[in-house]
């Protein structure tokens, strides 16, 4: 069983920051990308930020500038590190990971944590 554990997420003011943690564990043979996502109420679900195994990032245009993906490859753990938080990026965020389990699967499989709210208000 692979798993996916978030934390860091909480309340705080606009211009604070957080730093989101997500420790993959389990059955996980190789991690090909991690990522974040956010879904606030009766929103989609976007994509934040993402790193490939190649540790190339992504990242949606209303965060550039402002958080910043890192991988710990040896401890299958990504980290968002969130400065200048505005109201807008309160959300659920999810932790992403799109691995395969095994040396005979072919395609990697994604798994998603369970989430933490990330609140920003005064």
């Known amino acids: 069983q692979v798993q996916l554990v978030e934390s860091g997420g909480g309340l705080v003011q606009p211009g604070g920051s957080l730093r989101l943690s997500c420790a993959a564990s389990?059955?996980?043979?190789?991690?090909?990308?991690m990522g974040w996502y956010r879904q606030a109420p009766g929103k989609q679900r976007e994509l934040v930020a993402a790193?490939?195994?190649?540790?190339?990032?992504n990242y949606a245009d209303s965060v550039k500038g402002r958080f910043t993906i890192s991988t710990d490859n040896a401890k299958n753990t990504v980290h968002l590190q969130m400065n200048s938080l505005k109201p807008e990026d309160t959300a659920v965020y999810y932790c992403?990971?799109?691995?395969?389990?095994?040396?005979?699967?072919?395609?990697?499989?994604?798994?998603w944590g369970q989430g933490t709210q990330v609140t920003v208000s005064s």
């Open positions: 992403n990971a799109h691995l395969i389990t095994t040396a005979t699967m072919t395609s990697p499989i994604d798994y």
């Open positions: 389990g059955s996980i043979f190789t991690i090909y990308a």
């Open positions: 790193c490939t195994s190649g540790d190339s990032a």
